[in-house]
C-alpha cells in the first residue's frame, strides 16, 4: 500500500461546480497536510496549509483533514476554468531538518465554460 | 507566497553531456532545498535534500555520482546531470523550505524541462 492514495481522475466538472478532491494515507505520524496546484508544464504552487485535524477555508477553497479516518479533502466552490489543473496532495510528519514532503499523484482536474 | 526561479526553463542536449540546473530563492533564504523529478502524468519523485554547506542526501535508487548536486549559498542550489543519457529525460523541480514562519514550508521552481537525445 502506498503511503499517499490520491485518485488521478480525470475529473471533469461544468463551471460554477462544487469539486471535491480527495487523499488518504497510511501513516499516521502525517500531521502536515497541503494541497498544491500544478499547471501543465509547470512547478506546483502552494494552494491550501493545514496542521492536524479541522478545517482551513480560503476563498472559493477549503481544506479538511480528518485524521482519525486518514482522510483529507479539498473543496473548490464556483469553479472557474482556469482551475483547470493537477491537484497534488502532500504532507509531513515533521518539520525541521528531516522535513520531507510525501506526494500522491495528484488528481488531473477540467472544468468547463 | 514566496517566489523560487529556475534555470533553464527548458535544455535540449546530447548524449554523453552534463547539464547544470539552478535553483534559486528569490525572496527569502533557503538552507534547504529540494530536488524532484517528475514524469508524465506521474507525481514528483523526490530525488535529494540539497542543505547549504553540506553534502545533499540522496532517496533510495538516485545515483549520487550522477546527479550532483551543490548548495553552495543561501539562495542558490545547483543539481548538474552528468553524462546524460536519453532516460535521464524528465521534468526537474526545485524546491525551497521557507521557515520564516512556525510552518516550514516548500515552495517550487517553475520546472526545468530536459530532453537527452
Known amino acids: 500500500q502506498k503511503e499517499v492514495e490520491q485518485d488521478p481522475g480525470p475529473l471533469s466538472v461544468p463551471e460554477g461546480a462544487i469539486v471535491s478532491l480527495n487523499c488518504t494515507y497510511s501513516?499516521?505520524?502525517?500531521?502536515?497536510f497541503m494541497w498544491y496546484r500544478q499547471y501543465s508544464r509547470k512547478g506546483p504552487e502552494l494552494l491550501m496549509y493545514t496542521y492536524s485535524s479541522g478545517n482551513k477555508e480560503d476563498g472559493r477553497f477549503t481544506a479538511q483533514v480528518d485524521k482519525s479516518s486518514k482522510y483529507i479533502s479539498l473543496f473548490i466552490r464556483d469553479s472557474q476554468p482556469s482551475d483547470s489543473a493537477t491537484y497534488l496532495c502532500a504532507m509531513s510528519a515533521v518539520l525541521g531538518s528531516n522535513y520531507k514532503l510525501t506526494f500522491g499523484k495528484g488528481t488531473l482536474l477540467t472544468v468547463n465554460p | 507566497g514566496a517566489v523560487v526561479s529556475q534555470h533553464p526553463s527548458r535544455v535540449i542536449c546530447k548524449s554523453g553531456t552534463s547539464v547544470k540546473i539552478e535553483c534559486r530563492s528569490l525572496d527569502f533564504q533557503a538552507t534547504t532545498m529540494f530536488w524532484y523529478r517528475q514524469f508524465p502524468k506521474q507525481s514528483l519523485m523526490l530525488m535529494a535534500t540539497s542543505n547549504e554547506g553540506s553534502k545533499a542526501t540522496y532517496e533510495q535508487g538516485v545515483e549520487k555520482d550522477k546527479f550532483l548536486i551543490n548548495h553552495a549559498s543561501l539562495t542558490l542550489s545547483t543539481l548538474t546531470v552528468t553524462s546524460a543519457h536519453p532516460e535521464d529525460s524528465s521534468f526537474y523541480i526545485c524546491?525551497?523550505?521557507?521557515?520564516?514562519?512556525?510552518?516550514?514550508?516548500?515552495?517550487f521552481g517553475p520546472g526545468t524541462r530536459l530532453t537527452v537525445l
Open positions: 524546491s525551497a523550505l521557507d521557515r520564516r514562519s512556525s510552518t516550514d514550508t516548500q515552495y
Open positions: 501513516n499516521s505520524a502525517f500531521q502536515y
